[in-house]
Nanobody
Framework: QVHLVESGGGLVQAGGSLRLSCAAS????????MGWFRQAPGKEREFVAA????????YYADSVLGRFTISRDNAWNTVYLQMNSLKPEDTAVYYC????????????????????????WGQGTQVTVSS
């Protein structure tokens, strides 16, 4: 079992920045690729960013490319999402997720976009961007 706890959400004006953190506990953190998803009211959960177990590969949704940066610190069992140039359409609950690396490497291209590839989820943190 992997327990994930997100933090760092809040209210920010358009153009501002926030840094989300996700602290993991339980099984070996470095065995898992990590992802960030978000869900706005009335919408489906959507992929935001993902990072491989080593941090050597990162993936982003087109809507956040160039504005958001995902990173991880395996020594501290934490994954981060730095969000810059925030827009009102970034408003959502942001979820951290963990996917077994040994399994997803066999899942084919774009595995990181699929919610069902992830084994564990956090409770989410609210990000609100005012115009």
């Amino acid at each position: 079992q992997v327990h994930l706890v997100e933090s760092g959400g809040g209210l920010v004006q358009a153009g501002g920045s926030l840094r989300l953190s996700c602290a993991a506990s339980g099984r070996t953190f470095s065995n898992y690729a990590m992802g960030w998803f978000r869900q706005a009211p009335g919408k489906e959960r959507e992929f935001v960013a993902a990072i491989s177990w080593s941090g050597g590969s990162t993936y982003y949704a087109d809507s956040v490319l160039g504005r958001f940066t995902i990173s991880r610190d395996n020594a501290w069992n934490t994954v981060y999402l730095q969000m810059n140039s925030l827009k009102p359409e970034d408003t959502a609950v942001y979820y951290c997720s963990a996917a077994d690396s040994a399994r997803v490497v066999r899942s084919g291209a774009s595995w990181y976009r699929r919610t069902y590839e992830y084994d564990y989820w956090g409770q989410g943190t609210q990000v609100t961007v005012s115009s």
